[in-house]
T-cell receptor, first 116, second 114 residues
Framework: DTAVSQTPKYLVTQMGNDKSIKCEQNLGHDTMYWYKQDSKKFLKIMFS???????INETVPNRFSPKSPDKAHLNLHINSLELGDSAVYFCASSPFPRGARGETQYFGPGTRLLVL | AQSVAQPEDQVNVAEGNPLTVKCTYSVSGNPYLFWYVQYPNRGLQFLLK??????LVKGSYGFEAEFNKSQTSFHLKKPSALVSDSALYFCAVLKTGGGNKLTFGTGTQLKVEL
């Protein structure tokens, strides 16, 4: 009964390949996010979707394309993988941000991507 | 632009001693502040948050944090550290409006030794 789950947990691939990471949440949340954690453990938001609609897109290369088939799923597709894409990618979800309530984001276990 | 700073890359403390992990913030408007913990090869776990109200916030695993508006700080504390508390701790500030965006600090590695 994992709240936010991601697959795969590990992903090793060659430069130039295309890969996808899947995320699912069973918390009934409306909003989902993708964060990237680099080799220095620095965390930065990439995207956010609310009920299948993109609401945050943080200057991420267009090789990265999020897709939300429904509000419980947010997948991340990466085209033409580069060495610099190696990182841990975290999915998160939260209730819909309604004004100043400071909704908590709950994170998945992460997907460790290594591009060779 | 909002930001958080965690001035210490690593904090070492003996088991049973009190611990403090420091965080300062810079935001326009009211701050919404969070602490998360990351154990090795694991995801981030929510510990606690400050939205409004009492400056002392209690969270999971015996952790608490004190919001200090005049010093723009939100330090994480625990009265008695455990070896199992050893992990990477992140402070974060939430920007509301236009999507909820968490901006994280650089993280502080806590090492609790016997």
């Amino acid at each position: 009964d994992t709240a936010v789950s991601q697959t795969p947990k590990y992903l090793v691939t060659q430069m130039g390949n295309d890969k996808s990471i899947k995320c699912e949440q069973n918390l009934g949340h409306d909003t989902m996010y993708w964060y990237k954690q680099d080799s220095k453990k620095f965390l930065k938001i990439m995207f956010s979707y609310n009920n299948k609609e993109l609401i945050i897109n943080e200057t991420v290369p267009n090789r990265f394309s999020p897709k939300s088939p429904d509000k419980a799923h947010l997948n991340l597709h990466i085209n033409s993988l580069e060495l610099g894409d190696s990182a841990v990618y975290f999915c998160a979800s939260s209730p819909f941000p309604r004004g100043a309530r400071g909704e908590t984001q709950y994170f998945g276990p992460g997907t460790r991507l290594l591009v060779l | 632009a909002q930001s958080v700073a965690q001035p210490e890359d690593q904090v070492n403390v003996a088991e049973g001693n009190p611990l403090t992990v420091k965080c300062t913030y810079s935001v326009s408007g009211n701050p919404y502040l969070f602490w998360y913990v990351q154990y090795p090869n694991r995801g981030l776990q929510f510990l606690l948050k400050y939205i409004t109200g009492d400056n002392l916030v209690k969270g999971s695993y015996g952790f608490e944090a004190e919001f200090n508006k005049s010093q723009t700080s939100f330090h994480l504390k625990k009265p008695s550290a455990l070896v199992s508390d050893s992990a990477l701790y992140f402070c974060a500030v939430l920007k509301t409006g236009g999507g909820n965006k968490l901006t994280f600090g650089t993280g502080t590695q806590l090492k609790v030794e016997l």
